[in-house]
């Protein structure tokens, strides 16, 4: 199996948790999409992935992206352990969860939005920043809300799917220093979450494309 | 069944006709997001949706959000005719497709987005037009990819998933004067489910909160 990635993508980091709760081997390719790509580069892998966005999970001959895609495939074709409960209900409460921040946080904080806000809006810095964190702010406190009270996990004593989206999550937003004081529970499921080796060796700082000093 | 919508809203337009392909009745509760609704209207709705975002299913005691997590749940609870196909490949590719606007294509061209471009960064109309156009582009021309050259339906013989999603996609592509031409598939897609009558129910002008006009 491969995943085409990149160390620091938040979508790339939840298909890595999941891979590595399967217990799946797989190779890291990296995609560089901060670099001045080459057309070469960049054809070769939209015939992968016609969104030009990473993830892309290459098993066999099955190519997919869009990482709950992937997720949802991993979970289906290698069932044990489950990354989702086994109720109807509970099922679509982990992907309320995984969808408030897949569908309606992270994609408008992407880097293809804030190049687009730089370069075609010309929003400086502090626009930029402001923009990020607003949607962060309204992502964030809703899913306070949807995770369960008590925890360890986003859904009670499993963890899943809406933990391997809040922790990359999380993850992005401490790199922006997005304040998470109203976000205690959110925390907490991240901190049970640090202490699983599956969600240790997903982290971006341990992926191969990674610089040394993890900037 | 209660679904909280808005006739206009891509996300609720969808489930709509995944209610209509399954032939469950449900009841239209409107949720006018246009209008400067009361503090007390707004704290209701939240109560049943943290991102304060339509839709919402209300289904017996069960509270769903997220269009994608509704229709999966509609899905797995009532699974005639189902909306996703057998294999775990092809549901990876139904809902490759459905994440590719779902998650990276409406959500960035929804109204408090908008709403933000205007009020917090002044993009003037031709500005958000262009915006708006511009992720339009890139996420029709994935999907253009993704679906099945053959047809009818965006993954062959059964409607789904996919198809539902695309659908109110175009819905709101031409609403905003978007040339389809570089979509063909596409827009054979939608003109074959624009035959069942599961997808003439759902359109937004046959809704009971849209105005008499239309506009």
């Known amino acids: 199996m491969r995943l085409y990635g990149y160390w620091r993508s938040t979508a790339a980091y939840r298909v890595r948790i999941a891979l590595q709760l399967k217990g799946l081997s797989f190779e890291s390719q990296a995609v560089d999409l901060r670099a001045a790509a080459s057309a070469q580069?960049?054809?070769?892998?939209?015939?992968?992935?016609p969104q030009h966005l990473v993830p892309t999970l290459v098993?066999?001959?099955?190519?997919?992206?869009?990482?709950?895609?992937?997720?949802?495939?991993?979970?289906?074709r290698y069932p044990q352990p489950p990354l989702l409960p086994g109720g109807a209900v509970?099922?679509?409460?982990?992907?309320?969860?995984?969808?408030?921040?897949g569908a309606?946080?992270?994609?408008?904080?992407?880097l293809r939005v804030l190049n687009y806000l730089e370069n075609t809006l010309g929003a400086?810095?502090?626009?930029?920043?402001?923009?990020?964190?607003h949607w962060l702010r309204l992502g964030l406190d809703a899913c306070e809300r949807l995770v369960d009270e008590r925890g360890p996990f986003a859904l009670g004593e499993a963890v899943g799917l809406a933990d391997l989206c809040i922790v990359p999550q999380l993850y992005n937003a401490r790199r922006y220093d997005f304040a998470l004081d109203a976000c205690p529970r959110l925390c907490r499921i991240?901190?049970?979450c640090a202490g699983l080796d599956a969600f240790a060796r997903a982290v971006p700082e341990r992926q191969p494309d990674a610089p040394a000093g993890g900037a």
């Open 190 to 192: 991240d901190a049970a």
């Open 90 to 101: 509970e099922r679509a409460r982990a992907r309320q969860i995984a969808l408030a921040i």
């Open 124 to 133: 400086d810095a502090a626009a930029r920043r402001a923009w990020y964190h």
């Open 104 to 110: 309606d946080l992270h994609p408008l904080n992407n």
């Open 59 to 76: 098993d066999g001959d099955t190519v997919i992206g869009q990482s709950l895609a992937i997720i949802e495939y991993l979970d289906e």
């Open 41 to 49: 580069h960049r054809a070769a892998y939209a015939a992968l992935n």
